[in-house]
């Protein structure tokens, strides 16, 4: 009986079948590369950059932290002499201080090269008010929440449940503060007295930003900065804000104040859109959050010093 598996004339439809699979999947891997560089060149390129002027709009929405693309795009914002004015539209509960410091330092830096309102919808406190200062006007709805001025840092003593569970931390420090506050101890001592003396320093900064640019004494600025909230009406009376309205008000304050045309173009700089069926970024995005256990959308929950309203 002859070996059918070995014979030569049966190997090659399965040769070839073989080889015509490879072509295959080199022709969709090839495919589905171009597929990737055209969908990041998209989701990356600044199509903004047509001709024509036009006034940018940046969108701060969501927890605040630093983010190096924002900051590159209002750097080149200053830059661009297409755009003669750019609008901050806010609408964000704060976030982490040194992302509300980057924000107010990049805004401050473009605000010396040309014209920037700020306009709160629903919500601009904490470190998004720290933003909303940085801008030549701020505009907000009457009912907007504003302020919050105003720095936490926040420790959970889990030591009852750990011990109820039979968890016992330990560590080798090089010092007395260092990793403190212990998840598993109250904050006392002088382990709170210099996370006291961290949240002081910022704040004092905070408030001396505020009546610097609000043009109200220090004494006014505290009383304001106990961590209250405001309506937009409430904070036109404390001279938090400019004045009440929206977008619309604030390119007429452009058109009339700063000369600025109104009936040009307003077009998104920040965040980039993102509309496109095929996002690898968003879906690597969404893969890297689930393998840490993270939800697939919504905000990161923040640890460390934080200007934020209402974070629960």
């Keep these: 009986m002859s070996d059918y598996s070995a014979?030569?004339?049966?190997?090659?439809?399965?040769?070839?079948?073989?080889?015509?699979?490879?072509?295959?999947?080199?022709v969709l891997f090839v495919l589905a590369a171009i597929a990737v560089v055209v969908a990041l060149g998209a989701r990356?390129?600044?199509?903004?950059?047509g001709p024509g002027e036009r006034i940018a709009r940046v969108s701060i929405n969501g927890v605040i932290a630093t983010d190096p693309a924002r900051l590159r795009i209002l750097d080149e914002l200053g830059d661009n002499?297409?755009?003669?004015?750019?609008?901050?539209?806010?609408?964000?509960?704060?976030g982490t201080t040194a992302g509300g410091e980057e924000l107010y330092e990049a805004l401050t830096m473009l605000r010396a090269k040309k014209p920037v309102v700020a306009v709160i919808s629903e919500l601009g406190a904490s470190a998004a008010y720290m933003t909303a200062i940085a801008s030549d006007r701020i505009f907000a709805r009457r009912l907007s929440i504003v302020g919050s001025i105003g720095v936490l840092y926040q420790h959970v003593n889990a030591g009852k449940l750990l011990d109820t569970i039979g968890i016992d931390f330990d560590k080798v420090a090089t010092g007395p503060l260092k990793a403190e506050p212990d998840l598993d101890e109250p904050m006392v001592g002088e382990v709170r007295a210099s996370m006291q003396r961290l949240v002081d320093d910022s704040y004092q900064w905070f408030v001396d930003v505020v009546a610097e640019r609000r043009g109200i004494t220090r004494p006014?600025?505290?009383?304001?900065?106990?961590?209250?909230?405001?309506?937009?009406?409430?904070?036109?009376?404390?001279?938090?804000?400019?004045?009440?309205?929206?977008?619309?008000e604030a390119i007429a304050w452009l058109a009339s104040?700063?000369?600025?045309?109104?009936?040009?173009?307003?077009?998104?700089y920040f965040p980039l859109p993102d509309n496109s069926w095929f996002s690898p970024g968003r879906w690597l995005g969404e893969a890297a959050r689930s393998g840490l256990g993270l939800p697939a959308e919504g905000p990161i929950a923040l640890d460390g010093l934080v200007s934020l309203w209402q974070d629960r």
């Excluded at 990356?44 to 950059?49: L, T």
């Excluded at 002499?81 to 704060?94: F, Q």
């Design 81 to 94: 002499d297409a755009v003669k004015a750019v609008i901050v539209a806010i609408n964000s509960p704060g």
């Design 257 to 268: 104040d700063r000369e600025v045309k109104a009936d040009l173009p307003v077009v998104d």
């Design 7 to 26: 014979d030569p004339a049966h190997l090659i439809p399965a040769n070839a079948r073989l080889r015509r699979s490879r072509r295959l999947w080199r």
């Design 44 to 49: 990356f390129a600044i199509p903004q950059n």
């Design 220 to 248: 006014e600025t505290l009383g304001l900065s106990d961590g209250r909230i405001l309506t937009g009406r409430q904070g036109l009376e404390s001279k938090l804000i400019d004045a009440i309205g929206g977008e619309a």
